[in-house]
Antibody, heavy 120, light 110 residues
């Protein structure tokens, strides 16, 4: 069974940083791309970014709204992906989901999400 | 880039059909057959219902179907059931390694 489990969310002051983790199991993590998607309370889904596999040079891509502040990385030996969020703003408050992309361009499996709250 | 355009709400009685549209541009929905649909119940993670415009993952009832015409994709839920009441989001690959979601449609089973 495919499982993705996010962790690392919490309450952070504006301007602070946070590193979220996404632990994966049940599929070939090293061969899959991993995406991050966020959802503010009562709002829609927003694609944040993606990291490809080693075979694809761990290439990353980000939404314009987070480019330069967010960084996605991965550690295939631990089947874990990460989202480093810097210079946090109140508008970054959201549930952050990690998702797998095993084939094509489909975000196929989702974790349960981790809540990031940015407030003073 | 703006989000894909979905109607905010849709409804139908049990047993009826409801169709949700997802309008993009010739650079995203119209350019790629990489449109997906997700179902989200309150407090739950999104679940993939349709991928690559028309394909259903294993375990998704065949009451759910997808299609595309030009820059608009559609999700149809036939034979509506109470458990189909949820938010539905479309997504499309937009090229340049960027993905995009629609604003979401709340489906109500009357």
């Amino acid at each position: 069974e495919v499982q993705l489990v996010e962790s690392g969310g919490g309450l952070v002051h504006p301007g602070g940083s946070l590193k979220l983790s996404c632990a994966a199991s049940g599929f070939t993590f090293s061969g899959s791309a991993i995406h991050w998607v966020r959802q503010a309370s009562g709002k829609g889904l927003e694609w944040v970014g993606r990291i490809r596999s080693k075979a694809n040079t761990y290439a990353t891509a980000y939404a314009a709204s987070v480019e330069g502040r967010f960084n996605i990385s991965r550690e295939d030996s631990k089947n874990t992906a990460y989202l480093q969020i810097n210079s946090l703003k109140s508008e970054d408050t959201a549930v952050y989901y990690c998702t797998s992309q095993m084939g094509g361009a489909t975000l196929d499996h989702w974790g349960q999400g981790t809540l990031v709250t940015v407030s003073s | 880039q703006s989000a894909l355009t979905q109607p905010p709400s849709a409804s139908g009685s049990p047993g009826q059909s409801v169709t949700i549209s997802c309008t993009g541009t010739s650079s995203d929905v119209g350019a790629y057959n990489y449109v997906s649909w997700y179902q989200e119940h309150p407090g739950k993670a999104p679940k993939l219902m349709i991928y690559e415009v028309t394909k259903r993952p294993s375990g998704v009832p065949d009451r759910f179907s997808g299609s595309k015409s030009g820059n608009t994709a559609s999700l149809t839920v036939s034979g509506l059931q109470a458990e189909d009441e949820a938010d539905y989001y479309c997504s499309s690959y937009t090229g340049n390694n960027i993905w995009m979601f629609g604003g979401g449609t709340k489906v109500t089973v009357l």
